[in-house]
């Protein structure tokens, strides 16, 4: 989950001037990493070997 620190933090990492895009992309990234945390911290993970196999099946 986000936290108000988190955000001001990344807002504080912005160029003085930015769009309200670049805003929403920089959250949506935070978002993101936040969740691919808690699921690595949960186990719910998959194997190299398991992500290159259906890799793979994409190419056929």
């Not at 949960?42 to 056929?60: H, L, P, T």
Request: proline share 2%; glycine share 4%.
């Amino acid at each position: 989950m986000l936290t108000k620190d988190k955000l001001n933090k990344t807002i504080q990492s912005l160029p003085d001037s930015f769009s309200i895009d670049q805003l929403i992309d920089q959250l949506i990234f935070m978002e993101k990493v936040e969740l691919g945390y808690q699921q690595s911290e949960e186990g719910k993970v998959i194997s190299n070997e398991d992500a290159k196999m259906i890799i793979d099946k994409w190419s056929k």
